[in-house]
Every structure is written in structure tokens, then in C-alpha cells.
């Protein structure tokens, strides 16, 4: 028997999330679809073996069982290494790829003919990006926890406190990119008393904090002579411009880092997809989560709401149950076909590159989705 979700434990350096919860997974099994998971797979996020099997799931002892008993595999990183023998070409994995930079995996899943479907590239008719969003949310609060943490002396920070005193200026904060990590960031850095400066290349976006926030945040038009005008004013610099199924553009450089404060901090958000920041040249951990170039501490956490697990399984597990549920109940074509926002996220398909956007990142050939279906998409 094939169970129509697999769900096993993350491989990735750091990664404490689950993709199912037991609670979405009492909501697959009511509606007669079946969840088998790798036992001990929702452990660091809080999650026991017995709550899935009260939730309905089967609990598989290793993950080879879920592997080879699943139609479709929900993760929430990508495949590792290790993983790559159990592609097959009746497989989906439905999980954050970014194949745009990950060469290695995408000619595994193309050799083998596995469907994947991205969860970062699930695209709404308006833009929106739903399972996105719920990460960067939590991606972007989390940006100024961390940052005024490591601003701390005992972290080799320059012992700034955001909030200041009364009396003491609080911590200047400068985010990159006013998009759903940054207005999330934002959010957080206003609540904790900092001085705020918000930059992004979109008018209508700065004019939206701008309505909501007034003259509390300060907003620019992100361009090279501003950013080295204030950027070297920061004590904590967040970027996170990312762009879709891109490698993420280079917009802060090295000289503009020499130039910043000695003990001031870098969190690069956007490093999964390549990072912001010239001198952000390799991701971090959270067990080893910052390294110091030109006296500044750089923080490049590919995963981190991998920090708050429970919190983050909870979202991503809540916004991915709908297209699951599709995927469940009409099989994959029938799903791509009825709901646009799940033919958006398909990247490969039967060998063929189907993400125009991966495809030019790797110079690889992009085939339309419906030329391999064999109908139009709504």
C-alpha cells in the first residue's frame, strides 16, 4: 500500500521543524487520506510518536519505509545527499527546494524524474506566496531577536542595547527590503524602541508602512548612493530582498561592510537563496550562528525558524494543508490542473525543468507544464 503523505526527519544541518503537525494530520486522516511518518520525525518540534498515531498516522521505524510507501514525500527542507537514492519517477516531494541554487539536487531529481513541487514557488493569481509568507513572518521577528542579542559584548558585539534608556539613544536598525520579512522585522524593532529605517526599490510598499507607522520608521528608496550613505549608521543591518526562484541579488558590497560600525550586526535573511550581502560568502547555524569580517558579526542562517519549531510547524503545516488536501483527494494532474497557485509550485516534471526562473539560474532548458501535462492550466 501507498500512503497518499510521507513525512521524515530532517536531514539538514539545524533543522528542528516538522512538516505535518498532529493536528493537520487528524485533518488529512478525517478526510480518508493516509499520513505515514518516520517515528521520532516531530520530536524537536515537540511532537510525540503517540500524538500521530492518535492523529491516525502510521509511525514507520526508519525512513526508508516512509521513502518507498509514500506518493508524495512533505518536507520541509530540501533533500539531502543521503536522501537522493530514494527518488523514483512516481514520486512528488512537496518542500522548500531552491533549486536555483542547488545544481547538485536538481540533476538527481531531473535523472530520476521525480515531480517536485516548491513550496516557496506556490504562487497566488495576485502575487501572494502562501507558504512563503507564514516562514518569513516568522524569519523576519526573529531577524531583530537575534541581531540585538549578538549586539551584546559578550557575543563580540558593540554592547548597543536597541531600546536605549531614557537619557541613551536606542540602537539604529536598517532593514533591506520592505516585503514580508521586512515589514515583519520592522514590526518587531519599532515594539522594542530602536530607530528604524526601512529601504525597498517600491514605492507602494513604503507608502504602506509609511501609512501605518508614520514618521516612527523612516522610509527611502532603496539605491547605491543612499544605501552607503546610511547603511555605515547601522548597528544591526537586516536584508532580505529576495527574488523569486532567483538567486538573491547582491545589494549590500564589501566596501560598504568595511565601512559599518566595529561590533555591529549582519543577519542576512535572504542567504537561502544566496544572500544580500558581499561578505555574507557562507551560511551559518544555529549552533554556530555568526562569523566576524572587517570587526562585523555576520549572521546567515539559511533556516531560521528552525529556532522556534513548534511555532513554525505550526504555519507551515496550517498554510500547506489545503493543497495537500487537493493533491490527496484529486491526484496530482487533476490538482495542478484545478488550482493555479499548486501548478506555480511545480519546478521539475517527468525530467523536464518546468520553473522558467530555476532554469535560467542554472542556464538549464525550461519546458511550460502544460506542454507536459497536455492541457491548458487555469
Known sequence: MKYNFGVVK?????????????????????ADLSVIIESGAGINSGFSDDDYIKAGAIVAANAKDVWEN??????????????????????????????????DLTKALLTKKVTTIASESVETDDGQLPLLTPMSEVAGRLAVQIGSRFLESNFGGSGV???????????????????????????IAI?????????????????????????????HYSNPAKLEQEVPKADLLITSVLMHSHCAPKIISKEIVQKMKKGSVIVD?????????????????????????????HCAIPNI????????????????????????ELGLIEAIKENHDLSNGVNTFNGEITNQAVAQSLNLEYTQIELLVGFKLK
Open 191 to 219: 515594539g522594542m524602541g530602536a530607530d528604524v529605517s526601512i529601504f525597498d526599490i517600491n514605492p507602494k510598499k513604503l507608502v504602506q508602512i509609511d501609512g501605518i507607522y508614520g514618521t516612527s520608521i523612516k522610509t
Open 10 to 30: 530532517e536531514l539538514k544541518e539545524g533543522e528542528t521543524r516538522v512538516a505535518l503537525t498532529p493536528d493537520v494530520t487528524a485533518m488529512l486522516t478525517g
Open 269 to 297: 535573511v535572504a542567504i537561502d537563496q544566496g544572500g544580500n550581502v558581499e561578505t555574507t560568502d557562507k551560511p551559518t547555524t544555529l549552533q554556530e550562528p555568526f562569523y566576524e569580517k572587517y570587526g562585523v558579526l
Open 305 to 328: 525558524p528552525s529556532a522556534v519549531p513548534k511555532t513554525a510547524s505550526y504555519a507551515y503545516s496550517y498554510a500547506i494543508y489545503p493543497y495537500l488536501k487537493s493533491l490527496g
Open 161 to 187: 542595547l536597541l531600546s536605549g534608556v531614557p537619557g541613551v539613544q536606542p540602537g539604529k536598525v536598517i532593514i533591506i527590503g520592505a516585503g514580508v520579512v521586512g515589514f515583519n522585522a520592522a514590526q
Open 70 to 103: 509514500s506518493k508524495v514525500i512533505v518536507k520541509v527542507k530540501e533533500p539531502q545527499q543521503s536522501e537522493y537514492q530514494y527518488f523514483r519517477a512516481d514520486l512528488i516531494i512537496f518542500s522548500y527546494l531552491h533549486l536555483a541554487i542547488a545544481p
